[in-house]
């Protein structure tokens, strides 16, 4: 079967840290960019962060500067996202999602797409 499969999300504390997995099957993943998205209930679904399948290279959304690492372990097949010092701000449903090579930060740049997990973070 090919798709992605995020895990990892939940309810925690405003400060608390989180750390999202993706794994994908069926596609060659180590060639591939992998993206985080977000999207909170009734807003647009947003970019969060990149990582190339060309070069490794990173990228991020301003809002999670800082706090926020993308990293991937082409022998797992697998994508994560360390959320750190999280914020009500980042509550949402957060999905992986994969395309060639090369960091896109739209959603329509991105071929496949994971059905999300849930983050919310508390106050």
């Known amino acids: 079967q090919v798709q992605l499969v995020e895990s990892g999300g939940g309810s925690v504390q405003a400060g608390d840290s989180l750390r999202l997995s993706c794994t994908k099957s069926?596609?060659?993943?180590?060639?591939?960019?992998l993206g985080w998205f977000r999207q909170a209930p009734g807003k647009e679904r947003e970019y969060v962060a990149a990582?190339?399948?060309?070069?490794?290279?990173?990228d991020y959304a301003d809002s999670v500067k800082g706090r926020f690492i993308i990293s991937r372990d082409n022998a797992k097949n697998t994508v994560y996202l360390q959320m750190n010092s999280l914020k009500p701000e980042d509550t949402a449903v957060y999905y992986c999602?994969?395309?060639?090579?090369?960091?896109?930060?739209?959603?329509?740049?991105?071929?496949?797409w994971g059905q999300g997990t849930q983050v919310t973070v508390s106050s």
């Open positions: 999602a994969a395309r060639r090579y090369y960091i896109a930060t739209t959603t329509g740049a991105y071929d496949l």
């Open positions: 069926g596609l060659i993943f180590s060639s591939d960019a």
């Open positions: 990582i190339s399948g060309s070069d490794g290279s990173t």
